[in-house]
Nanobody, 124 residues
């Protein structure tokens, strides 16, 4: 099983940028797609972005698609979530999850591993 850990969150002002990292350890030789989610207090967990194992297929939540880019670096066992022009509404705990059943090309769907989350707080 692959283990995930998020990092890169913090407190920023509206309009700033952050790059979140999802770093894998353990069984990193397996193929896995990755998705980013976020959850604010008293709200449902929300899908933000997903990426296939080969990195060629991505999907974004429409509300943030113009400000967010997901990418991965296999050499570092890391998936990134670049977020630009952050808004107060982006404030949440951001999680990444891994799907080892998506093959080389598929987007994540069945998540079996999760990180602990990283807090993103955007002030006005």
């Amino acid at each position: 099983q692959v283990q995930l850990a998020e990092s890169g969150g913090g407190l920023v002002q509206a309009g700033a940028s952050l790059r979140l990292s999802c770093t894998a350890s353990g069984r990193t030789s397996c193929r896995y797609a990755v998705g980013w989610f976020r959850q604010a207090p008293w709200k449902d967990r929300e899908f933000v972005a997903g990426i296939s194992w080969n990195g060629d297929t991505t999907r974004y939540y429409d509300a943030v698609s113009d400000r967010v880019t997901i990418s991965r670096d296999h050499a570092k066992n890391t998936v990134y979530l670049q977020m630009n022009n952050l808004k107060v509404a982006d404030t949440a705990v951001y999680f990444c999850g891994a799907d080892p059943s998506a093959g080389n090309y598929g987007l994540p769907f069945e998540y079996v591993s999760w990180g602990q989350g990283t807090q993103v707080t955007v002030s006005s």
